[in-house]
């Protein structure tokens, strides 16, 4: 079945460190991948996505690109602020429209 | 534009007692998800609507969980005779579909405590 391996956290750094948040998955399809943010108090929300093999998704300074030779999708950026402390979640839909399956997520705690 | 929007927020009942939650999606999405989420987990799927036909059913969903989407807009999710087991974050999403990548939009979500 369809599955989504997630580096474990927690996750603390200094402001403007570099930041990668590893994500594994295993698909009987062709998945389209995600990653969602959860900022303490809030609701998920989408970060960024990609809907085939090499496509970069970006957004506030995050990247991440479908590796479908190594399954992979990590979560990057190259400075990070207090206000990305939050926990990131990643996601597969497989097919595209179906469920997603969800990994464990990943707490970050970015200090001054 | 709103989002999705859920309700209660927040919910503490007695074991055995039923619950009943309710979720309005964004206007135009016509698919609609219920996920459940416990303190550290991401998000375990329910249950998915494509206007009011519920197409899929998780495992996870037993027979005291029951859900609705009558006229394809807002969705019920009912618990009966809840158990402690049943305490957690339950999520609605929404999406319309497009070709490839469709994304849900979430909801603040409902936290339950059953005691």
């Known amino acids: 079945g369809d599955s989504v391996t997630q580096m474990e956290g927690p996750v603390t750094l200094s402001e403007e460190a570099f930041l990668t948040i590893n994500c594994t998955y295993t698909?009987?399809?062709?998945?389209?991948l995600f990653w969602y943010v959860q900022y303490p108090g809030e609701g998920l929300q989408l970060l960024l996505k990609?809907?085939?093999?090499?496509d970069k998704g970006s957004n506030k300074g995050f990247e991440a690109t479908y590796r479908k030779e190594t399954t992979s999708f990590h979560l990057e950026k190259g400075s990070v602020q207090v206000s990305d402390s939050a926990v990131y979640f990643c996601a597969l839909s497989d097919p595209p429209g179906n469920q997603f399956y969800f990994g464990t997520g990943t707490s970050l705690t970015v200090i001054p | 534009d709103t989002g999705v929007s859920q309700d209660p927020r927040h919910k503490i009942t007695k074991r055995g007692q039923n619950v009943t939650f309710r979720c309005d999606p964004i206007s135009e999405h016509n698919r609609l998800y219920w996920y459940r989420q416990t303190l550290g987990q991401g998000p375990e799927f329910l249950t998915y609507f494509q206007n009011e036909a519920q197409l899929e059913k998780s495992r996870l969903l037993s027979d005291r969980f029951s859900a609705e989407r009558p006229k394809g807009s807002f969705s019920t999710l009912e618990i009966q005779r809840t158990e402690q087991g049943d305490s957690a974050m339950y999520l609605c999403?929404?999406?319309?579909?497009?070709?490839?990548?469709?994304?849900?939009?979430f909801g603040p979500g409902t936290r339950l405590l059953v005691l």
């Open positions: 999403a929404s999406s319309f579909p497009v070709t490839g990548g469709e994304t849900q939009y």
């Open positions: 990609a809907t085939k093999a090499d």
């Open positions: 698909a009987t399809g062709y998945p389209s």
